[in-house]
């Protein structure tokens, strides 16, 4: 069965659609990596990731797909983050209702 992590830094309630087992943590340091096959990060803005340094020293760690999730920011200017080099997918300007949509689109195929 396919593992999936998610980080939420936002207050978005998720409502995920997926029969995959799913491990929802608020920040970095309860994190447990073990056999899980995706992480996805989801922000507000890149400021809402505290400690970016401490963020990126865990994905560059680990060996599963990270994907990073802005809903109000523009992609261009995610693509100078010092996380961009770890991030293997950037999904950017999205309202709640296609946030939710493309997130579980994003889940089913992983």
Do not use: H, R
Not at 10 to 28: G, P, R, W
Not at 72 to 82: D, F, G, H, P, W
């Amino acid at each position: 069965m396919k593992n999936i992590i998610i980080i939420n830094f936002t207050d978005q309630i998720l409502s995920i659609n997926s029969q995959i087992q799913i491990d929802e943590y608020k920040n970095f340091e309860k994190l447990i990596i073990t056999n899980q096959q995706a992480c996805f990060i989801i922000v507000n803005s890149l400021s809402d990731i505290p400690d970016i340094k401490y963020a990126a020293k865990i994905i560059d760690k680990s060996n599963i797909t990270f994907y990073l999730i802005t809903i109000n920011m523009e992609a261009e200017l995610i693509e100078k983050s010092i996380l961009t080099k770890a991030v293997n997918a950037v999904i950017s300007g999205l309202d709640q209702k296609n946030f939710t949509t493309k997130l579980n689109e994003l889940i089913n195929m992983v």
